[in-house]
């Protein structure tokens, strides 16, 4: 199995990160000078000597579930944890994280034979889902699973199509291989270079806003998936963003409310993809945040930008991607670096 595809098959929704924090860990160890897991569950990588403080981000975490009730057939109720669309909820398989291991889940409804006219038109709403493990009853089901236990979406990761690829939580793990193939790649005199994968960004930005205040970097960059336009019904002026076009410069996201991208750090990133011919889209969002939107107003505030691979299906159970925008994500942030 290739990093990538470890990285996306691996389990770790907001606070339930420890295994895909351990691959980070890892990882770093080869790629940088030192590691290590702060209190929050944020793995930091550092490499360099300089007095300059340059802040990488990208976030560990995914999107998933948590039970949150057994019935007494043994069926269980779930809370979302992040921004999963309901209607990709129905019929997914999923797997419990139980202290015992790996339990297999099937998401389940009423079927359309027994909803009413009305039912019929709306999303089931992930409150009437349950997930049906195959347990007779409460007690067997409690013998295999608990309430609090978490849950993710079936792993998968695979190929479409030339550079076209697939996998569960590309959010955020795309930007998780990006960090250590850049920490592998970047040789910087004067800076310190700080790769942090960061815990519990599907539920508030809450890793990069304590690890910006504990690193107090001079600049950072965070790296990030996007919304890409380029499939059916979507239309260019929602997001003209399109896969294989290049990596995502971000010029301000959530209409203000998230980053706004520092003049010289756009400015930086835009000459730097132009000089090194890599190709590039910019990006200007409605809705959508990113670790970038808490970097950026920590303490005195931190010039922050955001590089973004295009991505189909966000916060579904597969994403589709292409590898070359990743690769030059990847060649941007490295060259970039050294002009901050
Ligand atoms: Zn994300």
């Known amino acids: 199995m290739g990093l990538l595809e470890k ?30 897991i702060d209190n929050f569950g944020n793995v930091i990588g550092e490499k360099g000597k300089g007095k300059k403080k340059i802040m990488l981000a990208a976030h560990m975490d995914e999107i998933g579930l948590m039970i949150k009730y057994i019935n007494k057939n043994g069926f269980l109720y779930f809370i979302k944890i992040g921004g999963i669309d309901d209607r990709v909820l129905l019929q ?31 999303v089931i709403k992930h409150s009437k889902l349950f997930i ?13 699973v608990e309430v609090g236990d978490p849950v993710i979406l079936e792993p998968n990761f695979g190929k479409l199509n030339r ?6 939580a590309i959010d955020d793990r795309l930007g998780c291989y990006a960090l ?37 970097p001079d600049y950072a960059i965070a790296i990030d998936v996007n919304i890409a336009g380029d499939t059916p019904q ?7 963003l399109k896969l294989g076009k290049g990596p995502a410069i971000t010029i301000t996201e959530a209409s203000g409310r998230g980053v706004v ?21 910019i990006d200007v969002i409605e809705g959508g945040m990113t670790d970038g939107a808490i970097i950026y107003r920590t303490r005195e505030g931190v010039p922050t930008g955001v590089v973004s691979i295009p991505t189909r299906y966000i916060h579904g159970s597969t994403g589709v991607f292409s590898m070359d925008d990743l690769n030059n994500a990847i060649k941007l942030v490295v060259n970039a670096l050294p002009n901050l």
């Open 163 to 168: 550079d076209r690829y697939f996998g569960k």
């Open 92 to 122: 997914q398989r999923v797997i419990i994280k139980s202290k015992k291991g790996d339990v297999l889940g099937i998401i389940g409804a009423k079927p359309p034979h027994l909803q009413k006219k009305e039912e019929k038109k709306k």
């Open 234 to 240: 979507i239309k260019e002026k929602e997001s003209s």
């Open 180 to 216: 250590i193939e850049i920490m592998k790649q970047i040789d910087i005199k004067d800076a310190t270079v700080y790769a942090v994968a960061t815990a519990q960004e599907e539920v508030g930005l809450k890793g990069a806003g304590v690890s910006a205040f504990k690193l107090n």
């Open 261 to 281: 991208t520092h003049p010289k750090i756009r400015e930086i990133l835009i000459n730097t993809a132009k000089e090194k011919k890599i190709p590039y889209q």
């Open 132 to 144: 049906d493990i195959g347990a007779r009853n409460a007690k067997e089901a409690k013998s295999m």
């Open 7 to 36: 990285l996306c098959k691996a389990p770790g929704i907001s606070g339930f990160e420890d295994e895909i924090q351990k691959i980070m860990k890892e990882e770093f160890e080869v790629s940088c000078d030192k590691v290590e």
